[in-house]
């Protein structure tokens, strides 16, 4: 008699196992890269657990010394960010009408509200580069199709981009979990420092 759980005894050595593949991630370009991508980790915590966003970001600032080294601009954009959440999420959902924001991944929902800040907010980035990185941040942590969502939704922001320059013109930009003893001028290396251009252009 056939023995129908013959495969519960499998040999690991076997050349029938199937060799998985490790997906490895780019190392990112520049210092901000690095710090967009552990500010998504960061607003992933915090949004999916629930977590005190000081708790979060003080074991993430404490691992690689490329990490604690950006420190300054990491705290800059998850303070910004969760400082202004409701009025950035009210203008992305705007532009993404299809579902509620809270039903869009976590993943992408945050890469929209780090590029919409930077782009609107945080205005020392360029809006071809902030959508260039969400884009990346899409690619690597996103599902099949998160990278052409967030580039759809993002390119119809730059087309306001002026209006709601605006309407977020009061938001805050302060870092009440900045790091009171950090230069954040070492963050700005390889990105442009001009004006993001204006819809106009």
């Not at 993943?107 to 580069?129: C, F, K, S």
């Amino acid at each position: 008699m056939t023995d129908d759980y013959d495969f519960i005894h499998f040999d690991p050595d076997s050349s029938d196992i199937v060799n998985r593949e490790v997906v490895e991630h780019t190392i990112p370009s520049t210092d901000r890269s690095i710090a967009r991508r552990v500010t998504l980790q960061v607003l992933y915590e915090i949004d999916a657990a629930n977590h005190p966003p000081g708790d979060v970001l003080q074991n993430m600032l404490t691992q690689e010394e490329e990490v604690r080294k950006v420190r300054t601009y990491i705290r800059r954009l998850v303070a910004g960010i969760l400082d202004n959440r409701t009025t950035m999420d009210a203008i992305l959902q705007d532009y993404a009408p299809e579902f509620p924001l809270q039903q869009i991944a976590i993943v992408d929902r945050n890469i929209l509200r780090i590029a919409l800040y930077e782009m609107a907010i945080g205005t020392r980035t360029p809006i071809g580069v902030a959508i260039d990185e969400a884009v990346e941040l899409a690619k690597l942590f996103g599902a099949d199709g998160s990278a052409r969502f967030v580039n759809g939704v993002l390119g119809a922001v730059a087309l306001n981009i002026d209006v709601l320059r605006d309407k977020l013109a009061d938001a805050s930009v302060t870092t009440a979990l900045d790091d009171p003893d950090a230069d954040d001028a070492e963050f700005y290396d390889n990105e442009p420092e001009t004006e993001p251009p204006t819809s106009s252009s």
